[in-house]
């Protein structure tokens, strides 16, 4: 039987203010991209979603971005690699903190926004993340872009010896050119779990189709879901279903069948 990890972005509440449907979506997940305090969370969020976590057995993964509570990480920021390097040991060493406190183990580590898509275009800033994984724990996957835009983001982690996770992402739309369609455009952010769910066959299938209808090439072994998408649950319930109906059983990277 073939594998999928689904993963998807959690832990993103703020003091008083509730985003997502955690306890929901961690029932259908196999590994969960957690919030480190920077482009949201807090504390007692950390501690809570990993405690979530351990109890559905889905892996954990640290999710660092930018310094941009307001802006939810989703804007680029002039930092240093320094910088990048040096906040990306900050926001994942006390994810890793929270997993030692309940016994569990940090598998992953997947940048958030623009991070992310600064990493997927700036080589810099792909070296910076990586070496800031590498500092921590050099036996943390490196989640990176799937597919061809993806190229640079992947050799970095590859080059300094990290075990590199190809991800795509079934509920965004994706341009000819390989990138995740801008959220300002119409269409960016797909919601229906009927058509997110045959994306997600798609890429377990090796491709997706862009907003032109070509097809684009991808070597995929993670699929995310956008916890902040109102679909959330629905989104990920029915991808799970549709995989196993396909004979591709859902597990976390690593994970054995």
């Not at 320094?82 to 997947?110: D, P, T, W």
């Amino acid at each position: 039987m073939n594998t999928m990890d689904l993963n998807c972005d959690m832990g993103e509440s703020f003091g008083a203010y509730t985003l997502g449907m955690d306890p929901q979506v961690m029932q259908h997940i196999s590994s969960a991209n957690i919030a480190c305090g920077y482009h949201a969370g807090d504390p007692l969020v950390m501690d809570k979603t990993v405690r979530l976590a351990v109890e559905n057995k889905v892996s954990i993964g640290a999710h660092p971005g930018y310094p941009d509570l307001l802006g939810f990480g989703r804007r680029s920021m002039a930092l240093t690699s320094e910088e990048i390097k040096h906040s990306l040991v900050f926001q994942v060493g006390a994810l890793m903190a929270f997993c030692r406190v309940h016994g569990a183990r940090l598998s992953y580590v997947k940048p958030h926004g623009a991070l992310y898509l600064d990493a997927v275009e700036n080589k810099t800033i792909a070296m910076a993340i990586a070496q800031g994984i590498l500092s921590l724990d050099p036996t943390l996957y490196f989640v990176a872009l799937a597919g061809k835009k993806g190229e640079t983001m992947r050799r970095v982690g590859e080059e300094l010896g990290l075990r590199v996770v190809y991800e795509a992402f079934p509920d965004r739309a994706y341009t000819p050119e390989g990138t995740l369609l801008s959220r300002k455009e119409k269409g960016a952010v797909i919601s229906d779990p009927e058509q997110v769910a045959q994306r997600a066959l798609d890429m377990a299938h090796g491709f997706v189709e862009a907003v032109d209808g070509s097809r684009l090439a991808l070597e995929v072994q993670t699929l995310c879901v956008h916890g902040d998408n109102p679909k959330a649950v629905d989104l990920v319930k029915t991808i799970r279903h549709t995989l196993e109906t396909h004979n591709i059983a859902v597990k976390p990277v690593g994970a054995s069948v």
